[in-house]
Structures are given as C-alpha cells and as structure tokens.
C-alpha cells in the first residue's frame, strides 16, 4: 500500500531525543498525539517467558500484525526505533492493529519513548532459574548468533561440560535478567497504570485469561471465549513458538547452589526485589 506521511511526520523520522533519549516539550507533545491514534501491543518479555506464544495468539486473537520495531537485534537487548513507531501511528502500516515482542529492559531511554506514545508495555515474571535452564536447552540445540544479549556465545559451548555451561549461563546471563526484573518492576511501581505484570504460574493455569488480561491492558480488549480460540488455534503449534513444558522447578535442578546463590544475591541484595522472591526464584 502506498504510505505518505504529512511534513511533520517526515521531520519526526529524522528528528534525534536528547542523548539521554528525551524529547523536547514540542516534539514531545506531536508523539503523544500520535501515539492516541491508535493502540499498540508491546510483549517486553524475556527470553523462555512464554513470549513468542503469547505474541502468536494475540495477532489471532485481534487479527494483528507482527513487526519488529527494532533497527536490529544481533546478539543485544532490543532498542525500539522512532521511525517504525512513526511508520505505524502517521503513516498508518500497518493497517491492522501491531503486535510486537522484544527482550527489552526498561532503561531510561527506553522508557522515555514508551511514554512519549502512552504505549502500554506487558511484561511477565517466571522464575529466573528456569528460564535459564530452558535457555540452557535452546542453546544446546540452536547457537545463532540473535540468541544472545549483550554478549557473545563461547564458539566451543556445545564442547563445554555442564559444569562450564552452568557457570556461563549464570554469569553472563544471569546480570541480564536481574536487571530485566529490577527495570521494569521498578517502572511498573513508579507509573501505575503503565505496565501490565504478567506471572508465568497464572500463564499456565489460565492461558487464555492471561492473554484476556493482555490485551485488555493494550487497549484491544477482546471477550475471553475469543482469547480461548486464539489460544487454542496456537496451542497446536506450540512447538513452532518455543513453548516446552513450563515446568516450574527446572532451574533448581539443573543448576548448584552456589549458582543459585549467586542468583539471590543479584535479584534480592543488589537490586532488592525480595517482595517477589517466591515468582522471580522460588524456594
């Protein structure tokens, strides 16, 4: 479909925040006016959080559109790039309602352009230890380089013993993740209303309330017998969007004490999110 965009809207693609990701008064204003043109569904999950499924039934479940509204991933946390965001809310592509999932911490800069358009983020809280043992499995079997965050895959891992994997999960991916948690659990207490906190036990027992409660947030509410077909109609494919089993407990399992110690310690004493210790690392 041929898009155009208005003059104001073509400066704004090329219009650059603060460094530290601000926007003046003027601009400002234009994304907030544009950002109430339209929703917009924002799945901020980590990875081995439900998210890929959970985006897959929401795009059934309003008849969305999947974008990528990054510039790029290759191994790093997602940024969210202005000009898509202009793309959709001025130049109106895509025509149905954009559904995107990004592993995305909710840093300054990031949370300066979510308020900018009044985006509703949802994120979901599972327990840190088994979204690292099930990324432990991915990786086993599938090391492209966009698996990773912010650092780089050993080229010798699958050679690794467990113990080494174990240790490089922990260490390497482990910061990521608790500063994930500490980001968006902080944004979500400092801006009520902002944030939708998904847990991943109410994931499991209620899929389609889950996904109800979603897009309810995003401002696409749909009646929960639709979301239970959404999630029906996904739930057959399952294996295609990463879903294993969700066993709660994995973690413990897979990795020693000390690895989970040192888990406690980056969650509860660095970053004091102790009031959510029995979702984020339970006992």
């Not at 041929?2 to 234009?30: C, H, K, M, R």
Request: charged fraction near 20%; hydrophobic fraction near 45%.
């Amino acid at each position: 479909m041929p898009i155009s965009f208005d003059l104001e809207a073509s400066n704004a693609v090329f219009s650059l925040p603060t460094i530290t990701g601000e926007f003046d008064a003027q601009f400002g204003a234009y994304l907030r006016n544009l950002g109430a043109r339209r929703p917009l569904v924002m799945f901020a999950f980590p990875p081995k959080a439900a998210g890929t499924f959970l985006r897959v039934a929401a795009v059934e479940a309003i008849d969305g559109q999947l974008m990528r509204v990054t510039h790029a991933q290759g191994g790093r946390d997602a940024t969210p790039y202005l000009p898509i965001f202009i793309l959709y809310y001025a130049g109106g592509f895509p025509t149905s309602t954009l559904v995107t999932h990004l592993h995305m911490q909710a840093l300054p800069a990031n949370r300066f352009l979510i308020d900018a358009f009044n985006i509703k983020p949802i994120v979901m809280i599972r327990d840190v230890a088994d979204m690292l043992a099930s990324y432990w499995d991915m990786l086993n079997d599938d090391q492209a380089s966009d698996n990773w965050l912010n650092c780089q895959l050993p080229k010798n891992f699958t050679a690794m013993n467990d113990d080494d994997k174990g240790d490089f999960l922990i260490d390497m991916m482990g910061p990521w993740y608790a500063s994930y948690y500490a980001t968006w659990l902080t944004y979500a207490q400092e801006t009520p209303g902002r944030v939708c906190v998904l847990r991943y036990k109410d994931f499991l027992n209620d899929t389609a309330a889950t996904l109800a409660t979603a897009l309810r947030h995003a401002g696409v509410e749909r009646p929960l017998a639709h979301c239970q077909k959404a999630v029906d109609a996904v739930w057959q494919e399952r294996q295609e969007h990463r879903f294993n089993k969700g066993v709660a407990g994995r973690g413990r399992q897979r990795f020693k004490p000390h690895h989970i110690e040192r888990l406690e310690r980056m969650l509860f004493r660095h970053y004091g999110l102790s009031q959510y210790r029995d979702d984020l690392l339970a006992r």
